[in-house]
């Protein structure tokens, strides 16, 4: 069975530090890239990072540059996002996603369509 499971979400306070995984299943990440969204109550999903399948091309929502850090480890068949200065407005549930990319990218594109979705972590940023 083909899973994506998302964890590490978390209550903390705003200026606080969460680093999410997202561990694959039934597959190898190796040729995926990934990508991490987030949905908000009320509000639509949004891209918040993406990355190539080798690692070596990145790609931030404006929202989250210079405070998340998208990284991964194929040999541990995971991807992390780090997530730091965390704002009351980051709060949602984020989910991973894969795409399949067999040959590396110059850019990873969040608007792609992704074959596999994680349930979701939920993150609540409050005080």
């Known amino acids: 069975q083909l899973q994506l499971v998302e964890s590490g979400g978390d209550l903390v306070q705003p200026g606080g530090s969460l680093r999410l995984s997202c561990a694959a299943s039934g597959f190898r990440l190796d040729y995926y890239a990934i990508g991490w969204f987030r949905q908000a109550p009320g509000k639509e999903r949004e891209g918040v990072s993406c990355?190539?399948?080798?690692?070596?091309?990145?790609n931030y929502a404006d929202s989250v540059k210079g405070r998340f850090t998208i990284s991964r480890d194929n040999a541990k068949n995971t991807v992390y996002l780090r997530m730091n200065s965390l704002k009351p407005e980051d709060t949602a549930i984020y989910y991973c996603?894969?795409?399949?990319?067999?040959?590396?990218?110059?850019?990873?594109?969040?608007?792609?369509?992704?074959?596999?979705w994680g349930q979701g972590t939920q993150v609540a940023v409050s005080s």
């Open positions: 990355i190539s399948s080798s690692g070596g091309s990145t």
């Open positions: 996603a894969a795409a399949l990319e067999l040959t590396d990218q110059p850019i990873c594109h969040m608007d792609r369509p992704f074959a596999y």
